[in-house]
C-alpha cells in the first residue's frame, strides 16, 4: 500500500503529467470564452448581431458605472424576465441565451437575434427589466426624480413668503402662497463673485451635503447651473426653505435622467429607445443643465 502511494505522489510530480493537466486546463478554459463570448458562431445565420454600448454616470459623485456581466446569459446571475426568450415558439437569441445580454462588464449590450426583426424586443427598457431594474422616464434603478422643496429669498428676512420676494426654485413650477412659513438649512449657499455676502439673481444654489464650503462631490445643484468643482458656496441667512413635510430638513431636488449620445439628440425616456448597432449611450443623473436643454422636467423650470 505504502509503495503504491509513493509511486501516484511520484506520478504527480512528473513534468509530462503536469504539462498534461495544464493543457486541459487551457482548453476548458478556451470552451468556456467561446461560449461566453461567442455564442453568435454557434447560430446558423444570426438576423441581428448588434453591439451597443451603456454607460450610467452620476454627476453628483462624479462615479461612471456600467450594467454588469451576465445579463441574460446562462451563467449569468441576471435574467429576471423571459417575456421574449421565444417568439412564435423560436427562441430569439443565441443558443441559451437572452436576445439582450451582457459578457462582460465593460458597458457593452450584445443584441442578438435569430428572426427578424422584432424590434419592440430590442428597447432599453426590455433589457433592463431582463437586468431586474427599473427603468422609465422619471426612475433608474433606486435613481427617481423628485422636484424637491421650494426656496425663495426672504427679503426682510421675517420668516414670512411675501408675494413679490425672489422664488429660486419653484418645487414643481408652483410659487408658495403668500405668508406662507420659512425656514433656514445652513447647507443651503451659493456660489457668487468674490466676497459676496448676498445672494444674487442667477447665482448658482447648491445644497453643502458636508458643510466645508466647497462645491464638491456629494454637493447638489439645486438651481440649473454647473458651476466649477471647487467653488466656494457662501451662506446668505436670507435663502430659506418651504418645509413642505415638516421635517425640520430641507429636500433637494432630485434631476431627471436623460440619455444622451453623440449620434442622436437627447432623450428624457430612455425606456422607449430602440436600440442600434454602434450606439454609445450615456444616462446621467444629478445633472440638471442636460435634463433643462432636453426639457426633460415634468414640468418647466425646476
Known amino acids: 500500500m505504502g509503495k503504491a502511494l509513493k509511486k501516484q505522489?511520484?506520478?504527480?510530480?512528473?513534468?509530462r503529467i503536469q504539462w498534461s493537466i495544464a493543457l486541459i486546463v487551457i482548453m476548458i478554459t478556451g470552451v468556456f470564452l467561446y461560449i461566453s463570448y461567442l455564442p453568435d458562431l454557434q447560430v446558423g445565420g444570426l438576423k441581428i448581431d448588434w453591439r451597443?454600448?451603456?454607460?450610467i454616470v452620476d454627476y453628483r459623485y462624479n462615479i461612471n458605472s456600467t450594467p454588469?456581466?451576465?445579463i441574460g446569459a446562462p451563467w449569468g446571475q441576471y435574467w429576471f424576465n423571459h417575456t421574449y426568450d421565444r417568439?412564435?415558439?423560436?427562441?430569439?437569441?443565441?443558443?441559451?441565451y437572452a436576445p439582450i445580454n451582457t459578457r462582460d462588464d465593460t458597458g457593452t449590450i450584445y443584441v442578438q437575434s435569430a428572426v427578424c426583426c422584432p424590434a419592440?424586443?430590442?428597447?432599453l427598457s426590455y433589457f433592463f427589466s431582463e437586468w431586474g431594474q427599473t427603468l422609465t422616464k422619471t426612475c433608474v434603478g433606486n435613481y427617481c426624480y423628485s422636484p424637491g422643496e421650494t426656496i425663495t429669498y426672504d427679503t426682510n428676512d421675517d420668516n414670512i413668503f411675501q408675494t413679490g420676494e425672489p422664488v429660486i426654485h419653484a418645487a414643481g413650477n408652483i410659487a408658495p402662497a403668500s405668508?406662507?412659513?420659512?425656514k433656514t438649512d445652513p447647507h443651503l449657499r451659493f456660489i457668487g463673485p468674490i466676497n459676496s455676502v448676498s445672494w444674487s439673481s442667477g447665482d448658482p444654489i447648491v445644497y453643502d451635503t458636508n458643510n466645508n464650503g466647497i462645491y464638491d462631490a456629494g454637493d447638489v445643484l439645486v438651481s440649473v447651473s454647473e458651476p466649477p468643482r471647487g467653488s466656494t458656496l457662501t451662506f446668505d441667512p436670507k435663502i430659506k426653505y418651504v418645509d413642505s413635510n415638516s421635517d425640520g430638513t430641507y429636500n433637494f431636488p432630485v434631476t431627471p435622467p436623460v440619455l444622451v449620445s453623440t449620434k442622436d439628440t437627447s432623450r428624457c425616456d430612455p425606456s422607449v429607445l430602440g436600440l442600434s448597432d454602434k450606439y454609445d449611450w450615456t444616462i446621467w443623473e444629478w445633472r440638471p443643465t442636460l435634463a433643462a436643454a432636453a426639457n426633460c422636467f415634468p414640468t418647466s423650470g425646476v
Do not use: A, E, I
Not at 451597443?52 to 454607460?55: E, F, I, M
Not at 405668508?179 to 420659512?182: A, M
Open 9 to 15: 505522489s511520484r506520478g504527480l510530480r512528473d513534468p
Open 52 to 55: 451597443v454600448k451603456l454607460h
Open 68 to 70: 454588469p456581466s451576465g
Open 87 to 96: 417568439l412564435n415558439g423560436v427562441w430569439v437569441g443565441p443558443p441559451d
Open 120 to 123: 419592440y424586443v430590442f428597447t
Open 179 to 182: 405668508n406662507t412659513v420659512l
